[in-house]
């Protein structure tokens, strides 16, 4: 099979048609609207899980700490996720820790307001639960980039799920500014190992510095070589 028809296996290619906004604004869900500052938490292992957050812009970062100190990024979100569902399904506390990646503009939807909303209403409760499910997929390809992809296949995979690739057609995506100190906590390695490699991806002309990081959908290719 030639290369480029490939479909990568760690990327999801199928796009939601759940409209977010829309079911916001249809079904007359109390909300409420709150910003993050970059490197601010949004809610931290522990804390009472009483609503679900929808992200309207920047980035999130997810992550669990272990009984001994270690950190470990669970995953990326960016504009139209939802996250912090786990009190939908009984858990009274946080299972790890949200961190605005970005300046971050996010929804709170208080839990029985979600319940009632997911209730009355059938169609967008159906897509609201295959939207999760698209998500909850996701996770599990970056445990599995995790465990079996080299940092420069991680690090590429990342840069492309942070330009929203698949959301749209379009060839570029500009990132909010983000630091290679944070890309390297994503991906699990140094900060000198992700400069080497944006410099590398930066000579070959998939990503540019232009008023912001503009990534290139052909920096797929990085995730596709074997």
């Not at 949200?98 to 059938?122: C, D, G, W, Y």
């Not at 500009?174 to 930066?202: C, H």
């Amino acid at each position: 099979m030639n290369p480029k028809n490939k479909k990568p296996r760690t990327i999801s290619n199928q796009k939601s048609d759940f409209d977010a906004q829309a079911f916001l604004e249809t079904a007359g869900v109390a909300k409420k609207m709150k910003e993050f500052n970059e490197a601010e938490v949004v809610y931290a292992q522990g804390d009472a899980a009483t609503n679900v957050i929808y992200l309207q812009k920047g980035i999130v970062r997810l992550s669990v700490v272990s009984e001994g100190g270690r950190e470990a990024v669970v995953a990326t979100l960016g504009p139209g996720d939802f996250f912090g569902e786990g009190c939908l399904a009984g858990q009274s506390f946080r299972m790890g820790t949200a961190t605005a990646v970005s300046p971050v503009t996010a929804l709170l939807i208080q839990k029985n307001e979600m319940f009632r909303v997911l209730h009355e209403q059938q169609d967008l409760s159906d897509k609201f639960i295959a939207f999760m499910l698209a998500r909850n997929i996701r996770i599990e390809e970056d445990l599995i980039d995790q465990l079996f992809n080299s940092s420069e296949k991680r690090l590429a995979r990342t840069l492309l799920l942070l330009a929203r690739y698949g959301k749209d057609d379009s060839p570029h995506a500009v990132l909010p500014a983000i630091s290679q100190e944070t890309l390297a906590e994503m991906i699990g390695t140094t900060r000198s190992r992700v400069n080497f490699f944006m410099n590398k991806f930066r000579k070959l002309g998939f990503i540019k510095y232009n008023g912001g990081l503009q990534i290139n959908t052909s920096l797929l290719s990085v995730v596709l070589h074997e």
